[in-house]
């Protein structure tokens, strides 16, 4: 799972980490989750809005979708957008957001493709 592969890393790092979530965790490993559904803008500014001082976000989050489905892309993008503007709006320090994505990036999902793959392919 590459979210918790970066945030094991940030915290070897001594990052402060913040890791949301919908269900609660009990094992947090140095990690202060937050448990919020993302698609809810309300949620996320109250529960993202008292942070002042996030200074990175690595966005890994996903729509829950079938298998071999075609992924919501509006919801996904409704998610990353109500974190970003809550994050922006709350938190001078922000420098730097980062979409962390697998292979479906390069159409994966869509069958075989050149390797290396290249963005503009």
């Known amino acids: 799972m590459v979210g918790t592969r970066l945030v094991e890393h940030l915290i070897a790092n001594e990052w402060s980490v913040v890791g949301l979530c919908r ?3 009990t094992d947090s490993n140095g990690i202060r989750y937050l448990s919020l559904d ?3 803008i309300d949620e996320c500014d109250d529960k993202l809005g008292g942070i002042h001082n996030i200074s990175h976000v690595f966005y890994a989050a996903r729509a ?3 298998e071999g ?3 919501p892309v509006e919801e ?3 998610m990353l ?3 970003v503007e809550v994050v922006s709006a709350s938190s001078s320090s922000l420098q730097h957001v980062h979409l962390v994505h697998g292979a479906k990036y390069y159409g994966s999902h869509l ?3 050149k390797t290396p793959a290249k963005e503009d392919d």
Request: avoid cysteine; aromatic fraction near 4%; proline fraction near 5%.
């Open 23 to 25: 269900q609660p965790r």
């Open 38 to 40: 993302l698609r809810n």
């Open 64 to 66: 829950k979708h079938g």
């Open 69 to 71: 489905r075609t992924e």
């Open 76 to 78: 996904n993008l409704a």
């Open 81 to 83: 957008r109500n974190v």
């Open 111 to 113: 069958g075989r493709y």
